[in-house]
């Protein structure tokens, strides 16, 4: 499965942006699905995940600001990132995984898309 994230860019504090992850190779709807992100100087974290049946987990940073969520018809999982503040400012990366529980480690998870930069701006 080959993963490619879209959608990041530079905005300012208080917008939104929603990130796309596209797969080739594979149905996004048999894997459990997260969505990381790495700041700089810091380590990779857990944004978000969908499971799936669709149940979501959030970090605490982001609950009530950001949704993940799947379009089964194209094949992609979502980020809607909404009242976006300068801390949320990374390398976002969408990530597809086998295990049936959990999730919340990168270990969870066996293919990766390549990571789209997202900057805040206060």
């Known amino acids: 499965v080959q993963l490619q994230a879209s959608g990041g860019g530079l905005v300012q504090a208080g917008d939104s942006l929603r990130l796309s992850c596209a797969a080739s190779g594979g149905i996004l709807s048999n894997y459990l699905m997260g969505w990381f992100r790495q700041a700089p100087g810091k380590q990779r974290e857990l944004v978000a995940l969908?499971?799936?049946?669709?149940?979501?987990t959030y970090a605490d940073s982001v609950k009530g600001r950001f949704t993940i969520s799947r379009d089964n018809a194209k094949n992609t999982v979502l980020l809607q990132m909404n009242s976006l503040k300068p801390e949320d400012t990374a390398v976002y990366y969408c990530?597809?995984?086998?295990?049936?529980?959990?999730?919340?480690?990168?270990?969870?998870?066996?293919?990766w898309g390549q990571g789209t930069l997202v900057t805040v701006s206060s």
């Open positions: 990530a597809a995984g086998y295990s049936y529980k959990g999730g919340l480690s990168e270990d969870d998870y066996t293919y």
């Open positions: 969908i499971t799936r049946g669709g149940t979501t």
